[in-house]
C-alpha cells in the first residue's frame, strides 16, 4: 500500500515538473500537417522522457514566423521558447536573436566547423546548425541500360544528361526526363542554385551573359526529352515509381518516397556538372533562441536533444533532412536512406563542386523572375530574347538593392 | 407577449431579421473587398497604378486572361445546354426521375480540387484512360492527354472535368424553374396545336428566362474564378487569372499585385453580370402573365 502510495507521489511529481516545464517551439520547418505530428508523436516524446519538459510545436508560414517574432521582440516579452529556420529565415529576424555560441560547447556531436561559420551572422551566433538538405537526382535502373558509353553517373555533366535522355527517347519512343515545373514544384531551385551557377559560375551576377543564353539554349535542346507533363508535377517521386520517368531531379525530400517504395530500383546520384563545375545549393536549418524567450535554459536542452547523433539520424528517417553532425552520418541504417545518403555526400564531396545558397531577406518575386525566364524560353519555346534577359537581370538586381541584401553564395 | 409592441413597429422587424446577414457580409464580405481595392491602389507613396502596370507586364497575364476568357465561354454554354436537357428529361416525371436527380447532384458534394485531382488520375499518362485504352488495344503507348506540347487536350479535360463538377448546380436551378411553370400554359399551347419544339421555343424557354438568367450569372462568375481544377490538371499549363492571384499572393509574397489580380477579375465578374442583367431582362408583363 505504501509503495502504491510513493508511486502515485512520483507521477504526481512528475506531472507537476512536465507542467511547470513547457516550452514553445516555432518552426519554418516541419510545417507539412504529417511531420508536424511525425515531430509531435515521434521526434519529441523521448525527450519529454528524458528530461519531463513538454514541447508545443507549432509549425508556421515563413512570414507568419517573421511577424511574430518581431512583434515579441517589440513587445520586449515573448511566448516563443525556441525556432527553427532555414538560413535565410534567420537572418530576416536577426535583431530578435540571442547569442548561442555558449552552446557549441555542450553540443553531444561535432559540428562541421564551416557550417558553425556560417550560422554566425551580426556579430553573433544566431543559431545552431540543425540538419540540411539538397537537390539531386534520382534514377531508375532500367535507365542505365541506355547510359551513353563512358559515362560515369558519379561524375555526370549536362551533355551526358542530354545524351542519355536522347538515348532512352530514341530507344523507346518516351520521355523519360523529370524536372518538376508545376506550380508548387521547385523548379526555381534548379534554375538558379543549379543550372546558373553550373553554366555561368553565378546565380544573379550573370543572369543575361552570353554563357547564360547558351545555358537557355541547351535546356531549350533538353526540355525536347523531359516528359510532356512536367509542368504539372509539382514532386517527382511519383513519376519515378509509375515508370513516368527514369531520370530525375528534385529535393531529397520529393524523392524520398520512391526509393523508400522500392530502394532496389533506384539510385541517387549527384546533380550534373556543366562547363563552369557542378553548381548545387546546401540548404541549412537551425536552432536559435529569441532574446524575449522565456525559458532558455529548457530551450538549450531541446538544441542539445536535437543535436544528439540519434535524434540526427531520427530526422533523417522521418523527414529526409541530412544530419550536420558528423557522428550521425556512420549511423544511417541501410535502405533507401542510405541510397540517398550517399547521393547527397557524393555531391557534396564532389571535385568540381559550387555551392549555392538559397537566397534570403529578399523578396519572393526573386523564384518569380527565374522561373517566368524558365516559362518563356524553355516550356513555351521562345527564342532566347537577351532584351527579356536583360530586363529580368535588371528587376532581379533591384530586388537585392531594395532590400540591401547580399547576393548569396557563390555570387557573394 | 406582444411582438408588435416590444419592436415598437413591425415595419421595424425584416430589417432586425436582416442585421445578422448584413454583419456576416460586412465582415466577411465587404471589409475583404475594401483591403482587396485598397491593396491594388495603394503603394507607399500612396495612390499608384503601379500594380496595375506590374499585373500588365506579368509574362504570364496575357495567356491568363485568355485562359479564363475561354475557359469560362466553353464550360458555361456547354453546361447550359446540358443541364437545360437533363432538367427537361427529370421535369418529365418519370419513374425514379428523382433518383437522377440525387445522382447527377451528387458531383457538388464534392470539392473542386479532390474532382481536379479525380480528373487527373483519369487523364494522367499512367492514369485509368490510357490503361484502358492500352488494355484494349486501341493505342500503342499513353498518349499525353495533359502536355505542355498540347494545351488544347489539356484545356480540354479541364472542361470536362469542371463540366462534370458544376453542371448540377445549373440543373438544380433550372429544374426548379420548370417546376414553377404552370401546365395551364403548355396545355394551352397544345390546345392552339403548338409542336414540341414550338412548346420549348415559344413557351418553356421565355417562362425559364428568370432561372436562366440566374444560373447564367452563377456559372459565369464561378467559372472566371475557377482555380484549384486548373491547377489540378493544368499546372503550369494553362494558367488562370485567380490562379495568379493565389501565386502571387502565397509564393511571391506581394499582396498588391495579388489584389490587381483580383479586382481585376471582380470587375471582369461585374461587368459580365451586367450583360447577363442587361440582355437577359424579363419584362414584368412577360412574367406576370
Redesign the interface.
Known sequence: MRSVKLILAAVLAVGLLAAGQEITWMSTQFVPIEEAEWVRNTLLPPFTQQTGIEVNFLGSEYAAFVDRLMAEHEAGQGTIDVICGLHGDFSSVLPTLADVSHLLPTIPGTLPPAMVELAQMGGIQAYIPLMQATYLMVINKAALDYLPEGVDIWALTYDDLLAWARNIYEATGEKKLGIPAGPGSLLHRFIHGYLYPSFTGYQVLAFDSGAAVRMWEFMQELWGYVNEAAPTWDAMDTPLLTGEVLIAWDHTARLKGAIVERPDDFIAIPSPAGPMGRGFITVLAGLGIPKTSPNPEAAAELIRYLTSPEAQVAILEGVGFFPVVEEAAGAVPPGALQILAAGVSAQAGSPDAIVSFIPGGISDEYKKIYRDTFTKFVIRGEPVDTEFLRQQATRLRELYLEAGAPYPAPDG | MNWRRFLGTDTLLPYLLLLPTLAYLLVFFLVPLGNAISLSFWGEEGFTAQHFLGMFQ???FGEAIKNTFFLALSIVPLQLITALLLAMLVNTRFRGSKFFLYLYALPLGISDLAAGLVW?AIF???GYLNSILMALGLIE?PI?F?????VGLTFLTIVLAEHWRATAIVLVILVAGLQMISRDYLEAAEVLGAKRWQKLWYVILPLLKPSLQSALIIRTIFALQMFAVA?A?????VPVLA?ESY?WYS????PHIASAYAVLLMAISLGMTWVYLRFLRTRPEVTRL
Request: a positive charge; charged letters at 20%; aromatic letters at 16%.
Open positions: 506579368d509574362v504570364k487527373l494522367t499518362q499512367h503507348r499525353y495533359i502536355s505542355y506540347q498540347n491547377i490538371l493544368g499546372g503550369e499549363i490562379g501565386y509564393s511571391y509574397r506581394n
